[in-house]
């Protein structure tokens, strides 16, 4: 494993890397700006800036107090640069401010593990697997809303995209 992200151009030509002895097993990224946002498999969110390419914060351990977690999987930001993690095995998404400051915790029902989440401008969507398949809809406050699919109608995917045609998002 080579626990970095690499950057490449729109053409494909390598650019650039990010996390070399920083990293371990990366595997959720989001971008804002010029921040590049990072989970790890030890449990860790860790927050990069393209303008310095560096590392500028690294949040997390295991555990479930606010700023911890227990198998970060993937991440969001939304337009003003919060950002939504989904923390699987506290049944949670955290939500932390653009320098990963903890703001909030969106609590899930117990068999409901997050493995992906994204963001439109008024909901939140969470792909949850392992115990009990479905994508939840939220109201970006964490109510919420309906599932838009459930056990039975998915055989496990790892992630998932959000279309919208009609340019709501």
Known sequence: ???RVEV?????????QLGVGQLYIPY?????????YVSC???TVSKFSLTVMSLV??????GSNDGQFKWPRQLTTDSTGRVFIADTY????????????????ITLESMSQPTDVKIS???LYVLCLIINPCIL?????????????TRGDMSYPRFFFCLDPLNNF
Do not use: M, Q, W
């Open 1 to 3: 494993l080579n626990h």
């Open 8 to 16: 490449f151009s729109e053409t494909g030509e390598y650019l650039y």
């Open 28 to 36: 959720g990224i989001a971008i804002h700006g010029d921040s590049v």
């Open 41 to 43: 498999g030890d449990d």
């Open 57 to 62: 914060r690294k949040i997390g351990g295991g």
């Open 90 to 105: 506290n049944y949670r998404i955290c939500i932390h401010d653009p320098n990963l400051n903890h703001l909030y915790n």
């Open 121 to 123: 401008r008024d909901h």
């Open 137 to 149: 809809v939220l109201a970006l406050e964490g109510d919420k809303l309906h599932s838009l699919i």
